[in-house]
Structures are given as structure tokens and as C-alpha cells.
């Protein structure tokens, strides 16, 4: 029905009607709402802009709508005027409206609703999630989320970070540890990357300073509010750093990315009401057993967790930084050799407490990072004693090979885009901030 | 041995080097190349800058790089002083080295030298991919492809696309056709997602303007110089655009891309010798019976292709746009209803002529775009009778739902990041563009 029209007028989008103040513009988009008074019709237009009302007083003009349901594709002609109560601050007049495609069915769902977010109600929210991301307050948290992600590149590449894309189709687990999706490639066997460990080490032999974005995948055969099955891991590496530098780093990122939200998202945030967190330039750094014997004394018949931290331990030393220390951010640090993976590097004074972090960030980790042994033949020690693999085998040689052709001190850490998306806006579960969640339950949409 | 030091001078990177002649520096990077004239050494640094030349003239010093190769992550303190026929213009003297992690083992290639990319060479450099990156010429083509990256972003951000993730875990194949690699979901049965076909039609409704940069999997049994089982897809769809609009936004995307490419990685496209392409504002549009055509007339003793084009098709026709349309770059449109896909839409008034296209580029095809039928009815209609699905069944009724409640004319592409890198660069085989490739015969680095 496009083609048939005679288009004398170029296409507005809502977002710039206030540059048309008192002129007829012709608008394209989706009908949103619709809502009666007296002999009036307020009836709301989406597109990509936003919002806008149009004031309806003529009764052929409101019976094209008749029987029609949000989601119909119109064509609007209208004289914009300035209205300061109204949504973006003007509403259409004179409008003539042409429907481009009739919705004839009811939605599934309330579209111009809000959708409260309780926990038993998301299961539904993600059925219809097709048509409830129309919802300009759902979709809001991928606006934001693509704002995160613009942030956190933007200041790795400030920093001389190199994007790359590493495969993740692999020969075998790359870590081992966690649960990994299994696959037949052409015969053999293949697996999903679990994270790009291996092949950011590998990079900073080449580009000193490397990250990629790139989707991640976890068989976790569990249903909780912190783990899906897929998303998306901010993989960094940098090269000729020692442990205090990869914190700055790490810190100065995440202060900057939420600047550059809360700078170029405010409107989704807003209508989340989310609060802006407090951050200071340093985050405060507290041991492993210095958040035990925290936790301990507040909880003295509590058990406490031994080599890692329970969920209500996080919860409890992020409300702690937050109010003593004036972070909602807080790193944990001094990891035991228990827990530690092979390529982990210890303190060069102590060899039972590892350089690793976790970043805890409004009460759940966001990311886990550590210095890495980068000397060959510390790390084929290593590599067999606390892995039991072999530095010349099919699935060791390639990443060994990097070491055993010179690294220097390098550190990196993996962050999740989804949690970080989470807590930013206040969700209380990370699948929330997925576009379309993947867990042991749900595959589709 | 990094912690031993104490660093009394900050570090400096080769490529600021301008900025401090006459000064002493201190510098970290990898021993690249070592040349002995006379007396003197002239040892080659490499940081993630680029390359620095230092001349070295005492014997003691010399001495500290003895029976160490390539890849020897070293300290260097010297003096710089300017020397235009110097890579980088200038040079260090009086340089004291420190050797941080010592390279015992002669490296398997020559990191040092150019590596020549030959059909024949190919799996010898993907074997040693990880050491040979740190050759200069190699890695160049990774800082060129994350320029190609972040143009193309840069562009599509700028036209009010947003970018969005979509799960690459799938419960079956999106539009069925090429082969597709399967996988056991906690008990079911998941694909790996071909393209993101269905998540980017259904973001037309929500975003209006949506693209996403992700991996995509391909399970081709075939080895062959254009294909890949793994590759970076540059995914984009936009609502209330018409076929010709969608040709232009494409076109302006790829000069922009070229543009920023070019002005952003010139070191790297000048190693390579790479050739600025020539594309007018618009590219030509042949429809694919004129190619045929064109083709049979050069090559009458020939069998042309039928619904699709050939591999020496697209080279020759790339070869006649060059020389006769003035573009390397080149539309092929008017497809016939064989080999057209469900949600692909005809032409208003020929349901046998199908509004798609290939974009052509230095003789291969590197995105592939079409109008969709938005039309909910007739969508249903095509879903049946070309492709025999049921729109109400569990694979398609979440991407009918879309249509069903509201959607306008839209079209999109897909684009090949690997592809678009290759022909920018000049490179004769896609997978000499992907950073650890993957095909039927390599799942490793």
C-alpha cells in the first residue's frame, strides 16, 4: 500500500517535530494508544523517535481507526503545535490520517501498558516478548544497553584496545570447569567458547592491548536470576601491566561508561528511574578473608563461604562499601590457590594468594579478572599441577605456543553486558536485560 | 623479573616517540629483528605502536640479546634522536637493555619476514597463526578489519539504526536451506543461528532502525577460498523504506565504510599496497537477466547460470562495472521466484520478479538484502505455499507475531565483515581475513 502513495511531503520522525512548530508534516509509524473524551480523540503515534500525540476532533478521521488495534501501521498528516504537557512537547492537529497496515487482531498483550517485572510474571513477559519490546518502557532497556556497550568500547579503544573476534567454535572446552555446550563439527567434536580466554592472552602478543564483544556460552544447568545460557562477555586483555593498574583500568571503564549512559540514555533511564551509582575514581579493594570475617561478625551463626563468595555475601559487602566506604562498587581480592585456574598468576611474595578479582557491583559480580603467569616455564608447572594437561598436546600447544615465543606481565578480566545493562537500570533478574534470554528452560523466542 | 624494577621513567610507545627527541626514554615491547653491520646491531623493538630501530654500539649490550630470538620481552632505556629513513622517523641510542622474559626457542616462521600468502601457504600460516600475528604486515589486517568494524557501525549509528544482540542459540533452523550445525540443549535439540534473519525483521518492529554485529555459523561442507563455517555477519533491517532507498542506504554505508577505513587505518591498507576502490554515490543495478545476457555474449560457448550467478559470473560482471559502469561495487536485482525465500516480497506488479539483491565487490559477492513481505495475509500465503510451514506452529508463530500485530514495508542485509575486509585489503581467500579461521578441515588455532 506504500507504493501507492503520491508523497509531496518528506517523512518526520516525532524526535524532530519541534523544529516544525505550526507547520503540516507527514509522520509514518505505529498507532500506540488511543483514548476518548467527550467528542475528542487523543490517539498516540510510535516510531522510531518516540511518541506523539495527535488531538482528533473530526468523526471520519476517527472512524478510520475503528476496530484497529495498537500496532497498526499509519500514515499521518497533521499541523505540529507546541503543547509543553504533551509527550515531546507538541500534539498534531488537522490530521488526516491513512491506514498503511491494519492490525485487525487484539495483542496479547497490553503494548501501551506498563508490564510490572515481578518475578512470576517474567516468564510471560518473555513469551511475548516479540511484541512487548514495542512497549516504549521495555524496549527503553536495550536502548540503554546499547548505549553500555557503545561506552565500554569507546574506552577501551581510548585506551588503545584493538577489537577483535576470536572463534567460537573450539576443539575442546577451553577452560574446563564450567558446563560446555558439545557439538559435532563435520565429524568431530566441537564445543561452544565458554569465554575467550585463551585467544585475548594470545592477542596481547600481538596487539598489547585487545578486547572483543562477542556472544558467550555456559551449559549452566540452572535457572537463577544471575546465569543464562548465552550472552554477551566483554573479553580485555592488556600487556606490560601489573595487578593495581588492571583495577584502575577496570574502574576508570566502568565510571566512564556509566557517564557516557547516563549522557547519551538519560531518556531510558528515566523512565526506569534508575540511580545514577556512586563511584568513586578508585574502588576499594578488600580481601577475601577480610569480607569472611566481615560477614562473620555481622552473621555469627551463619557458615560462612570458604574458597568463593555466597550470593548473600556479595549482597552484603556491596551494602557495606556502599555505606562505609563510598562505593557501589567493590573489588575482592587475595584469592587462596583453592578455586585458582592454571593460568592464574600468584603474588610474586606468596604463592598461595592469587592476583584475581571479582568486581561486585550493586550486590552480584560483574566481572572476574587476574594477572596471568606469562613466564613458559612457570606456566607448564602450572598448567600440569593444577590442571593436569599437557603443554604439548593438541589442545594446550597454540596458547602455550604464545607464551613460549615471549608474553610480558600481562592481566585481563571478562565482563557481562547483561549484568552490567541489570544494575544500571536496577533489574532484579539478568534476563531481563536480555533481548531474548536463553536458560536451561527456554529457547525460543 | 617486571617487579624488580624500579620504573623511575614512564613508558613510552613507539608511536609518540616524535615527541620526545632529544630526551631519554624508556621503552617495553618484543625484540622484532636484530641486524649486525660492523660494529654496530640494529635491534628492532616492537610494542604496540608499531616498531622502533635502536643502534647499538657496545659490546656488553649487544651481548645481553645473545642466543635470544624473536619475541624477547625486553626494557629499553635510550636516547631518541630524529632519523627521517628510520621507520617511525627516528632512532635510539645509547640504549640499556633489560631483558624481561627471555626467548630460548627459535620461533617456527620467520616473524620478522614477510610472509607471501599464496594458495600453497595458506594452511602453514593458520597453523602458526598465533605467533605469526605479531609479524607487522599479518596483524595489519586485523587493525584494518576492526577500522572496516567500527565504519560500519559508525554509519549505521549515524542513520538511527540501534544495535541489538539476538541469541545465536536457536531451536531450529531460521529459514532452513544451508546446512546448519546442531547441538543438544539441556536434552533438546538447537541450531547455531545461519543469520539473524527473523530477530532483525522483528526488531524493524520495535527499533525501526536495528542492526547487529555478531558471529553466524555456517555448517558448508565445502572448503573453498569464499567460505567459511564461522563468520562476523553485519546483520541490518529498517521499516517504512522501498527497495531503491534501501540500495542507496547500502551504497552510502560501504563509501563511508571506505572513507573511514581509509583515513583511519592508512598504515596498515599501505603495507598492503591496498587500492582505494572506485565507487560512484550510486552503484549500478543490473538485473540478473541482463548479467546472464552480457555473460553469454562474451562467453557464447558457455552454460550460464539459471536462478543464481556463478562464481566466474560475478568476476565477470564486476570487471565490466569496473570498466565499463565506472563502479567496483555493483547491484545484481530482479530475482526470479526460484530460489526466492518466503519472506522475500515481489515486485507490486510482477509476483515473478522478487525485490532482492546481491551486492558484487571486487568479484564476489559480499551482502546479500531484500524487501520482506510485511503483509501479514500474504506473508502467511507465502510461508505455506513456498516454503510449507504452518505460521501458528512452535517455529514460526513468535516471527508471525510480529506481522500479525504490526508491521511496515521493510528490507535489510546481510553483510560479510571477512568478505568486505578481503576485497578492502586485496586478500585472495576470506579466511586470510578471519582470525583464526574455521572450515570442514580446521577447527584449531
Known amino acids: 500500500m506504500a507504493n501507492t502513495f503520491t508523497a509531496t511531503l518528506n517523512r518526520v520522525i516525532s524526535s524532530g517535530l519541534l523544529h516544525h512548530i505550526d507547520r503540516t508534516v507527514m509522520m509514518r509509524g505505529w498507532l500506540y494508544k488511543v483514548r476518548k473524551m467527550g467528542g475528542l480523540a487523543f490517539v498516540v503515534l510510535r ?66 501498558k506498563k508490564f510490572e517485572h515481578k518475578p512470576e510474571t517474567l516468564e510471560t513477559l518473555f513469551d511475548h516478548k516479540v511484541v512487548m519490546l514495542r512497549n516504549m518502557r521495555e524496549q527503553a532497556i536495550f536502548r540503554i544497553q546499547a548505549e553500555v556497550k557503545e561506552g565500554l568500547r569507546r574506552y577501551l579503544k581510548s585506551q588503545d584496545f584493538v577489537e577483535f573476534n576470536s572463534p567460537k567454535l573450539l576443539p575442546g572446552a577451553t577452560e574446563g570447569g564450567a558446563e560446555v555446550f558439545k557439538l559435532d563439527y563435520f565429524g568431530q567434536e ?57 583495577l584502575q583500568l577496570v574502574a576508570t571503564m566502568v565510571n566512564s561508561t556509566v557517564e557516557y549512559t547516563w549522557a547519551s540514555a538519560s531518556e531510558g533511564l528515566g523512565v526506569w528511574q534508575a540511580k545514577k551509582p556512586v563511584l568513586p575514581a578508585s574502588y576499594p579493594a578488600l580481601s577475601l578473608e577480610k569480607i569472611h570475617a566481615l560477614y562473620s561478625e555481622k552473621n555469627p551463626d551463619d557458615t560462612r563461604g570458604e574458597k568463593d563468595l555466597r550470593p548473600d555475601e556479595e549482597r552484603f559487602i556491596c551494602e557495606y562499601s556502599a555505606k562505609h566506604l563510598g562505593s557501589e562498587a567493590v573489588f575482592v581480592v587475595d584469592w587462596p590457590r583453592d578455586g585458582a585456574k592454571f593460568y592464574h598468576r600468584h603474588k610474586a611474595d606468596d604463592p ?18 587476574s594477572m596471568r603467569e606469562h613466564r613458559y616455564d612457570k606456566l607448564c608447572e602450572q598448567l600440569k599441577t593444577m590442571a593436569g594437561g599437557d603443554p604439548d598436546s593438541e589442545g594446550f600447544r597454540h596458547y602455550m605456543s604464545a607464551f613460549k615465543y615471549g ?32 536458560d536451561m528452560n527456554r529457547l525460543a523466542p
Open 190 to 246: 566441537a564445543t561452544l567458547a565458554q569465554s575467550a580466554q585463551f585467544y585475548k592472552q594470545i592477542m596481547v602478543g600481538v596487539f598489547e592491548r585487545a578486547f572483543e564483544i562477542n556472544p558467550t556460552y555456559r551449559a549452566e544447568p540452572s535457572a537463577t536470576t544471575r546465569h543464562m545460557s548465552e550472552f554477551m562477555h566483554i573479553d580485555a586483555e592488556m600487556g606490560f601491566v601489573e595487578f593495581e593498574e588492571l
Open 352 to 369: 598461595n594468594i592469587f592476583e584475581r578479582f571479582d568486581l561486585l557491583f550493586r550486590g552480584v559480580e560483574i566481572a572476574t579478572g
Open 47 to 112: 516510531d522510531r523517535g518516540g511518541l506523539v500525540q495527535m488531538v482528533i476532533d473530526k468523526k471520519d478521521e476517527m472512524d478510520k481507526l475503528e476496530g484497529l488495534y495498537n500496532g497498526t501501521v499509519m500514515r499521518v498528516e497533521g499541523k505540529v503545535k507546541a503543547e509543553p504537557r504533551a509527550p515531546g512537547g507538541v500534539e498534531l492537529f488537522d490530521t488526516k490520517i491513512t491506514v498503511e497496515v491494519p492490525v485487525a487482531h487484539v495483542p496479547p498483550v497490553e503494548v501501551d
Open 407 to 438: 608474553m610480558p606481565p600481562h592481566g585481563g578480566f571478562g565482563m557481562g553486558l547483561e549484568r552490567l545493562t541489570q544494575k544500571i537500570i536496577g533489574l532484579s533478574n539478568v534476563k531481563e536485560a536480555a533481548l531474548f534470554p536463553r
